[in-house]
Nanobody, 122 residues
Framework: QVQLVESGGGLVQAGGSLRLSCTAS????????MAWFRQAPGQEREFVAA????????YYADSVKGRFTISRDNAKNTVTLQMSSLKPEDTAIYYC???????????????WGQGTQVTVSS
């Protein structure tokens, strides 16, 4: 089992920045690709960004490319999502997820955090 705990959400004005963190415990963190997904009210959960086991490969949804950066520190068992130039449409609950596969599909991810709320005001 892998336990994931997100932190860093909050309220920010449009154009601002936030940094989300996810700390993992349980199994060997470096064995898992990590990703961030988000779910806005009334919408399905969607992929945001993913990073592979060593951190050398990343992938982003088109909607966040150039504004968000995913990174990981395997020594600290953490994955981070740095969000900048935030827009009201970025408002959602953000979830951290772990998978043995480097994937963008939600069903490929076996372990999930509880989520952290990000609200961007206009």
């Amino acid at each position: 089992q892998v336990q994931l705990v997100e932190s860093g959400g909050g309220l920010v004005q449009a154009g601002g920045s936030l940094r989300l963190s996810c700390t993992a415990s349980g199994r060997t963190f470096s064995n898992y690709a990590m990703a961030w997904f988000r779910q806005a009210p009334g919408q399905e959960r969607e992929f945001v960004a993913a990073i592979n086991w060593g951190g050398g490969n990343t992938y982003y949804a088109d909607s966040v490319k150039g504004r968000f950066t995913i990174s990981r520190d395997n020594a600290k068992n953490t994955v981070t999502l740095q969000m900048s130039s935030l827009k009201p449409e970025d408002t959602a609950i953000y979830y951290c997820a772990a998978s043995t596969l480097f994937a963008v599909t939600e069903t490929r991810y076996n372990y999930w955090g509880q989520g952290t709320q990000v609200t961007v005001s206009s």
